[in-house]
């Protein structure tokens, strides 16, 4: 397969977020590659109460306003870490988070903390180029769902903004986190 190149990510959030559905989430550990289907997104960008960069760029959010194609890995709630892709024109901010991933050689990966657990992504590879063949994680093109197969909701686990319909999931997708 093909990593995604870097004119993927530069493009408006909510577009990048539904088309990360069926792509390939790709990790090499110790020379093992692990791989999963992106089967749920949520996005977010600066005009957006629920976003890190929504108050400018702050020291957590200042990797929301780099080029696109990067990886942004935060630590959450005291113990999770959660995994997006960099989206937008550098100085705009903007990111997708990977909610859930259909396994190819992995398991539990229902959810944000569960697939970064699975799959060992850490803050360590905050900013790391997803679209480098020498990185340790990337993205690959994998298949295309119909948009009939892709339902748009609401985001899970937010305080503000929680009407905005910017979560993408496959529709009756066993993997999904939350229906």
């Excluded at 289907?37 to 929301?64: M, N, S, W």
Aim: aromatic content about 10%; some cysteine.
């Amino acid at each position: 397969m093909e990593i995604l190149k870097r004119g993927f990510y530069n493009r408006d959030t909510l577009v990048v977020a539904k088309d990360l559905l069926g792509c390939k989430l790709c990790r090499r550990i110790d020379g093992k590659v692990y791989e999963g289907i992106i089967v749920e997104t949520e996005a977010y960008t600066q005009k957006d109460p629920a976003c890190h960069a929504f108050r400018g760029k702050t020291p957590r959010a200042v990797t929301l306003f780099k080029q696109p194609g990067i990886a942004y890995v935060y630590f959450i709630y005291g113990m999770y870490n959660c995994f997006n892709v960099v989206t937008e024109p550098e100085e705009t901010a903007g990111a997708v988070l990977i909610r859930a991933l259909e396994p190819v050689n992995v398991e539990n990966t229902n959810g944000p903390g569960k697939l970064c657990r699975a799959m060992n992504i850490t803050r360590e590879l905050n900013e790391v180029d997803l679209t480098s063949k020498n990185s340790d994680i990337w993205l690959e093109a994998c298949k295309k769902y119909d948009e009939s197969e892709i339902i748009i909701t609401t985001r899970i686990g937010i305080k503000q903004a929680k009407d905005y319909l910017w979560r993408f999931y496959v529709k009756n997708n066993e993997f999904v986190s939350k229906k």
